[in-house]
Structures are given as structure tokens and as C-alpha cells.
């Protein structure tokens, strides 16, 4: 069975750091390419950072880039998103999703249970 | 790419046909998915490439559509379906639509 435990949201003042991490298991964690998605409370949703299976290929949004830095230790199965400079608009369900391919097409099939984000003094 | 969903939000009754459209500023194949989410928890995968179903989602789900627009259809809706319903492209980065919220009539 597939599963994804993220930890690490909390409390923090504007301008701070937090890293966030997804523990995997029920899948070969290296073959998948995995991402960060976020919820502002009430809002909708909205894509933040994927990291390829092996970990070289990172991609951001605009919103986030140069703040904020994914990665993955894959013999630990565990996915990371290291968030500096935060700010108010940052404040979120932070979840991270599996990615996967099927006949040219991905999607995030799998999704863990999200951990909350809050940047305030 | 700029995804709409219209309505924002409807109203139904259990055993309606519902349909939700969405609608992509340019076009991007047949590169959407659709994900449902309840109060609290995570969004569900709903259909990929625009039209395929997920593996253990009901057959009462199916999408449709290419290029800019798309429609996902609940053929008879079910207790367990008021929910919030988002679109997805793939075919750049990543981006969502704003949501569309089906409650209870």
C-alpha cells in the first residue's frame, strides 16, 4: 500500500526557515519523480516544486523559485522541501504527491495527508 | 496556461447528473486530470489524460474533451461525492483550476 507521511509544518515568524519531509513506503521510491503541492487555507490548490526520481532534475514555481529547495534522500525514502525567506503568503497545507507516468501522460496518483504551514509574528 | 471551472459552485441531489466544465487559456492536448477533495483531507485522483479513469474510482465519473476544453460528468451523484472538484493541466508546469464546490440541494 502506498503511503506518504509528510511532518515538519509549524509556527514560524516571516523571514524564517522550515524544512518539510514526506516519508514514503509501499513503492521503489527512486523510480518515481515526487512533488510538493500547497493549500492557503480556504483557497485552492496550488503546485509548488517536483523532483526527479533520481533527484538531479528540479523544477519550481514562480512564487516560491530561490526561496525555497526540494530534494530527496532515496535510502531513506524520504522527500524534502527546505523553505527560507518565508512569508505570510506561504502559509498552507503544504502535501506531497507521487508522480506517475502512463503512455506519455503523469499525474499525481497519490497524495499524503499534509502538513500545515504558518508564517506569522 | 490558465485553467476556469464553471459553475464555482452547484447545488444537487442525490441520483443527478452533474457535469462540471473546464477550460484552459491555450491548448494542451488531452494533458488534465481531475482530483476531488472533501473537507480536511487530501485531493483523490479522479481521471488523467483527460478521460481515463483511475484505477478504483466508480465508472458514475468520466471526463472528456481536448485542446481547451474538458468536462467532467457524475452520472448519478451519490452521497459520498459532495465534495470539491479541481481540474489539472500537465502540459507545462503544473497548474490547477480554481475549484468547483458540489453541495447538497
Known amino acids: 500500500e502506498v503511503q506518504l507521511l509528510e511532518s515538519g509544518g509549524g509556527l514560524v515568524q516571516p523571514g524564517g526557515s522550515l524544512r518539510l519531509s514526506c516519508a514514503a513506503s509501499g513503492f521503489t521510491f527512486s523510480n518515481y519523480a515526487m512533488t510538493w503541492v500547497r493549500q492557503a487555507p480556504g483557497k485552492g490548490l496550488e503546485w509548488v516544486s517536483t523532483i526527479g526520481g533520481s533527484g538531479v532534475n528540479t523544477f519550481y514555481a514562480d512564487s516560491v523559485k530561490g526561496r525555497f529547495t526540494i530534494s530527496r534522500d532515496n535510502s531513506k525514502n524520504t522527500l524534502y522541501l527546505h523553505m527560507n525567506s518565508l512569508r505570510g503568503e506561504d502559509t498552507a497545507v503544504y502535501y506531497c504527491?507521487?508522480?506517475?507516468?502512463?503512455?506519455?501522460?503523469?499525474?499525481?496518483?497519490?497524495w499524503g495527508q499534509g502538513t500545515l504551514v504558518t508564517v506569522s509574528s | 496556461i490558465q485553467l476556469t471551472q464553471s459553475p464555482s459552485s452547484l447545488s444537487a441531489s442525490v441520483g443527478d447528473r452533474v457535469t462540471i466544465t473546464c477550460r484552459a487559456s491555450?491548448?494542451?492536448?488531452?494533458?488534465l486530470a481531475w482530483y476531488q477533495q472533501k473537507p480536511g483531507k487530501a485531493p483523490k485522483l479522479l481521471i488523467y489524460?483527460?478521460?481515463t479513469l483511475q484505477s478504483g474510482v466508480p465508472s458514475r465519473f468520466s471526463g472528456s474533451g481536448s485542446g481547451t476544453d474538458f468536462t467532467l460528468t457524475i452520472s448519478s451523484l451519490q452521497p459520498e461525492d459532495f465534495a470539491t472538484y479541481y481540474c489539472?493541466?500537465?502540459?507545462?508546469?503544473?497548474?490547477f483550476g480554481p475549484g468547483t464546490k458540489v453541495d447538497i440541494k
Open positions: 491555450q491548448g494542451i492536448n488531452s494533458y
Open positions: 504527491a507521487r508522480i506517475t507516468w502512463n503512455y506519455g501522460q503523469y499525474y499525481f496518483d497519490f
Open positions: 489524460a483527460a478521460s
Open positions: 489539472q493541466q500537465l502540459s507545462s508546469y503544473p497548474t
